[in-house]
């Protein structure tokens, strides 16, 4: 895809690390929000955030905080915004409704040619993109926040997406530095965060059930399985704990499908339990918005660390 004209729909919290991560691989993007406000402190933020990166050595790309500011520019005109766009990043808030309102505004304004990708979390894609002029260029690029420290996009198509649409989206994202995978067709909550349900209804019925404080089930994850899946997956994880998938589920298939099937319902998410996890993970009396950030700051330090050292190895 030719370098320039990346527009960003919403300079929210994933609109601005879009944006950010655009530019580090040199494309030119322009920012758009219904509100003005919206944008200016948007294009602020950016810049704080890069010349935080530049302190820490942690800014991306081979252009300096000047260069890669030059290349991103905020607007408020839709039409205006989309002339001479190749690819559209859509990050408006997760509303069926708004996104639809949107992306049929953005269909009488593109070309054949221009590709429009949503961020969205969880939303189908046949819902979205159903009916519009350019369903073929339509696709769900779902990020992973914070996107600029976890590569990671979800590609997902609508039933009509073009296999070129899903192509080029693709080495659009290995050209600015994320890792997309391909999803053939979509299902509820994509990949992410489907094997993620998996994990925290595990945690929170064992902490209802009384058998480990939640704490001490996030030390299970942070100090046990997630030293190994920063690097490998599940799959691969089983692969080299035994000769091979097939002998790993010959050795283990059985014992598995026992635990499996001591498994509870699906957690209600509400209630006496949601009350005592929250309490478990705050520090005492400490602000706690104050609280959140510092251990925000200390996430993302922790990450761009790890993709440091990921990109080493
Ligand atoms: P946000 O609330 O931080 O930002 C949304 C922005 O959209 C705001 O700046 C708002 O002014 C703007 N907006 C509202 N209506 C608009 C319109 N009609 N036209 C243009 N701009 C408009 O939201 P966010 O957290 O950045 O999420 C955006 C999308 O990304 C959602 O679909 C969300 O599900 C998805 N996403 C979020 C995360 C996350 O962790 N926050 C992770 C992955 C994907």
Redesign the pocket.
Known sequence: MQKGNIVI???????RSWAMVFASGGFRVKL????KE?VSAALEDIRKQMEELKKSDMLRGTLNVDEQMSLISGSTELKETLEGAVFIQE????SLE?KRK?FSEIDLHINDETILSS???CLSPTKMFNGLKHVKKCIVA????PPYYVPLVELVPHPETEAATVEKTYELMKNIGQSPVKLTKETDGFVLNRLQYAVISEAWRLVEDGVISPRDVDIVMSEGLGMRYAFLGPLETAHLNAEGFKSYCERYGEGIKRVLTTFGPVPEFSGQVAESIDEALWDGELNKEDQLNARRDWRNACLSRLAKLKNEM
Do not use: K, M, W
């Not at 729909?9 to 609109?15: E, Q």
């Not at 779902?142 to 926040?145: G, I, Q």
């Open positions: 729909i919403g300079s929210g919290l994933i609109g758009y929000d219904i509100v919206q990050c408006v808030p997760e708004l949107i961020s969205t979390s779902h990020p992973v926040n």
